[in-house]
């Protein structure tokens, strides 16, 4: 099956500081997803980005599909974007369903 | 809008007790997905559905565990019997159809002592 990295595991940044968190996967896909898991357990979807580029807010993403990866950037951090953050993709020649990488722990410090 | 609504919220139940855990999808979803978080596994998918119908069962662990989708509306992931290593968070999930954005539930918290 298809493998999906995160880097880095884990992420400790001062409230305000911006930061990059990577996804790579291991070959073709027709959809990835980036999402937001709150300390509450919440999943919530952050991005639906096969490719291109998107922005909400202070969060943006990047997804070259033919280079096989996936950026997420935060920018003016705040206490709130603390959680774990995943990328799921969906193989474009396997099942339809996302499978989903193991994640960026991220904690923002006040 | 209602999101994807799940119950129970948590659950503790002892070894070898049934498990029914519940989903109802957000309406006009097509596709409905099971996922199990665990802190060794993470996130991985149990079993998904598009249009009522199992597509991909792949995942489920073993026949202990069983999932039905009698309409659009209303799903189940029974686990019968239960054991200590099915304690994890069950997760629901819906989309428009196959490829599309994915909302989850809330989680089913389920500890088997």
């Known amino acids: 099956g298809i493998q999906v990295e995160q880097s880095p595991p884990d992420l400790i940044l001062q409230e305000g500081a911006n930061s990059t968190l990577r996804c790579n996967f291991s070959?073709?896909?027709?959809?990835l997803q980036w999402f937001h898991q709150n300390p509450w357990g919440q999943l919530i979807n952050l991005f639906y980005i096969p490719s291109g580029t998107k922005q909400n807010g202070r969060l943006s993403a990047t997804t070259v599909a033919t280079e096989r990866y996936s950026l997420l950037y935060i920018s003016s951090s705040q206490t709130t974007d603390s959680g774990v953050y995943f990328c799921a993709v969906e193989w474009d020649t396997g099942r339809r369903a996302l499978t989903f990488g193991s994640g960026t722990r991220l904690q923002v410090q006040p | 809008d209602a999101g994807v609504i799940q119950s129970p919220r948590h659950e503790v139940t002892e070894m070898g007790q049934e498990v029914t855990l519940r989903c109802k999808p957000i309406?006009?979803?097509?596709?409905l997905f099971w996922y199990r978080q665990t802190m060794m596994r993470g996130l991985e998918l149990l079993i998904y559905?598009?249009?009522?119908?199992?597509?991909?069962d792949s995942g489920m662990p073993e026949d202990r565990f069983s999932a039905k989708m009698p309409n659009a509306s209303f799903s189940t992931l029974k686990i019968q019997p239960s054991e200590p290593r099915d304690s994890a968070v069950y997760f629901c999930?819906?989309?428009?159809?196959?490829?599309?954005?994915?909302?989850f539930g809330e989680g089913s918290w389920l500890t088997v002592v």
């Open positions: 309406s006009g979803h097509n596709s």
């Open positions: 559905f598009n249009n009522n119908v199992p597509i991909d």
């Open positions: 999930a819906s989309s428009l159809t196959v490829g599309n954005t994915i909302y």
């Open positions: 070959d073709s896909v027709n959809n």
